[in-house]
């Protein structure tokens, strides 16, 4: 299995526009967010956990060319953004591409998108073909077995996803302020975990740096990762503080599971 951090960003992005703090204004270029998304692979099929606003530029950058399945956590603007150029991989290869997500966040992907699953055509308009899919168990996406896993993230639905292929076992919940206790029992034994942690202060519905690392520590992956992390959170300086096994993640940053 094959992971790629797309973007590891909170939902405005890392540089924040208008901001000179010295996070915005750093030269190191970890220091540089996208929203956050992760491309998975495994075993020649390949899919996305969320289109965000910059899903566009970060299927440029990485030159990916082929998508089975896209994976949505909720429905938040950071997260979304981004569907309509999935019609690109509908054109590329000539397939309606699945799109995965709960009940209350399908209800709202189908609002806010309603132009694409509506049956009233109008000749020549370029629309996405999507086959709208609720998920209510585990599901198979080619080699890669997914569960979606719901997490406390404010008042709307959110899950978190666990990804199984070829006997390795990955945890990806970029939008968290609180996992159950069902939950962290789910994510035991996996080989990589990647969690939220916004920012070191409090906020009303991510984790803190803090309460991330103490959550991971109980999940207690083989290799963790922070993410969907805002301006105030140098990458160097977060990762000083961190203990063994857990590092800050960045965009770009590639996990090989043999
Ligand atoms: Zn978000
Ligand atoms: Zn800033
Ligand atoms: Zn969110």
Same mark, same amino acid.
């Given at each position: ?80 953004? =981004? ?70 993230? +404010? ?11 070829? =006997? ?20 035991? +034994? ?69």
């Amino acid at each position: 299995m094959k992971l790629l951090f797309l973007g590891t960003g909170t939902s405005v992005g890392v540089p924040v526009i208008g901001c000179d703090c010295p996070v915005c204004v750093s030269p190191d270029p970890r220091n540089r967010r996208l929203r956050s998304s992760l491309y998975v692979e495994a075993g020649g099929t390949a899919l996305v956990v969320d289109t965000g606003p910059d899903f566009r530029e970060q299927m440029l950058r990485h030159h990916i060319r082929r998508l089975d399945a896209v994976c949505f956590t909720h429905s938040h603007a950071d997260h979304v953004f =981004g569907f309509d150029d999935i019609r690109r991989f509908n054109t590329i290869q000539d397939a309606i591409i699945p799109a995965y997500a709960v009940p209350g966040t399908m209800d709202d992907l189908m609002r806010i998108f309603d132009y694409v699953h509506r049956g009233d055509p109008v000749p020549g308009v370029y629309r996405p073909r999507i086959d709208f899919r609720v998920i209510r168990e585990p599901f198979q996406v080619g080699a890669i077995r997914v569960t979606a896993c719901p997490v406390d993230h +404010g008042p709307k639905p959110t899950v978190g996803y666990r990804f199984e292929a070829g =006997g390795r076992r990955v945890g990806y919940f970029p939008d968290c302020l609180r996992m159950d206790a069902a939950t962290v029992r789910q994510l035991q +034994g996996l080989d990589i975990m990647i969690l939220d942690a916004l920012r070191h202060r409090p906020h009303s519905t991510h984790l803190t740096v803090a309460d991330s690392v103490a959550l991971l520590q109980s999940i207690g992956a083989r290799q963790s990762y922070l993410v969907h992390l805002c301006h105030e959170l140098d990458h160097a300086a977060t990762q000083t503080g961190l203990p063994p096994g857990i590092d800050v993640s960045h965009d770009g940053l590639v996990c090989n599971l043999q």
